[in-house]
């Protein structure tokens, strides 16, 4: 798989594993219980919660894709 | 000389693109090739019929061949394509060879991931996706007792519905914590899972499929608990891009595992365009590029390429993506993200949240709805909603799509103006409500 699909892929899966733990505690149901990636659960996801938003959506920004084609909406 | 405008796929993109050119340019030769025996039909409704709120997979049809035969459309059916190469604008047709192109438009769709445990590959794994297999399969249902549903994402909620309603002992397993956990919050889908409870839906959440048992034929799913005997197993997997052509053809392929587009759907490959499934489009806040949208947007897209790849001149907007379903005994939907997503982002967010009513609350058959916004802290402006209720959910939905498009703010919804009648409306608006529970928790 090509790096930036293997980012994408792995960075979504554990933030969302990460936010779904959060809400499940929020809403008192019980949490995920899943093995996985220890670079993943315990430095990727920590460290990415810590970064300011700012430079998250920069990072995100920079990452090849779609976006970076785009205007924010089409004129009419 | 006529342009020649080439749709490989024949799904809700490509049809929607083939259409478009023919539109465009009447004196266009559009040919589209599909590995299937059909196109023209709603693939979305295969679970209705399963769970017989639809008597008939007919019914589904939306167009004949003729139909296209007679606006000129040149539809080849189980037909595949085994190459692209936009350099020499030919695609490579297996039976037929080179076929020349001076527009090739990519519309193919996706597949399902591989649940990726042993034995995937048995009979008997049913896949929804193609209306030929769904009415092989269906009679498979007369006679099963148990079904099991493997994840619980928006297809698997319908299938779950479908298979409790036809009254087949259901069994849902999926390794997250609640239904459709990776889009909708667990307070959204609680009545949900309860209203399933009362179909006789056995739930198997945090729990990962480990194996498919049996001889040949699946009998039974193999989770870390016990062994869940099956007569039939539906796997309703995250849909991923079928992207094997495009790779192989050097088109630009994005994060997600989408073709790269850009507002005209246009990829990176001179001449080359691509919609659906297949194409990764900005998200209108986030600006995250996804994937694996609903067929509305899939033919929204194809109407884009299919215009562009004609000579027309037509573009795409970043998606907003408003969302509805009907799980269980209730309809859910939504727009953008909800909470989940947001926290999984870290993204900044102010939430209101409001029950409200459908009708008047002594009308009859009124139903109760939850709405819950998102919004940015600094400027109010509406992020993302999620609801559910009994009724009403797709308009607002709708609604809340445009609120978010146009940078309507929690302010603007929580003095909103509301029809009130009391068979389709009550006094109070439940979006509204939930706006002004957003200002209260922002003024402390």
Known sequence: ?76 | MPRRVVVVGGGAAGIGAAGAAKQTDPQAEVTVFTEFEDVGYSPCGIPYVHGREIPTFEQLFLATKQTYEDVGIDIRYETRVNRLDPAAHEIEVEGTGAVGFDSLIVATGFEYADPGVPGSDLDGLHYVKNIRRAIEWDPVLEDAKVAVVVEATPLGLEMVTALAHRGLETHLVDPRPWALADVADPDIMQPVQDSWADMGVKMHFNTPVEAFLGEGKVRAVKTPDEELPADVVVICTHKQPNNRLARDAGIKIGSTGGIIVDQRMHTRTEGVYAAGDCAEIPHGVTKVPIQGLSGSHAYAQGKVAGTTAAGGDRAYNPVDVPWGMVAGKWMIGGVSFGETTANALRFPYVMGVAEGISRARYYPDMKKIRVKLLADPGTHRLLGAQMVGGEGIKERADFLAMAVRTGITIEDLATMENVYSPPIGALNEPISLAAQNALAGLKG
């Open chain 1, 1 to 76: 798989m090509p790096f930036f699909e293997w980012l994408r892929s792995n960075s979504e899966e554990y933030l969302l594993e990460a936010s779904q733990r959060d809400m499940a505690t929020r809403y008192g149901i019980e949490a995920p219980v899943r093995d996985g990636s220890v670079f993943w659960r315990r430095i990727f996801t920590p460290v990415y919660r810590l970064l300011p938003w700012g430079l998250r959506r920069s990072i995100m920004s920079a990452m090849p894709g779609s976006h970076r084609r785009w205007m924010r909406r089409a004129p009419p």
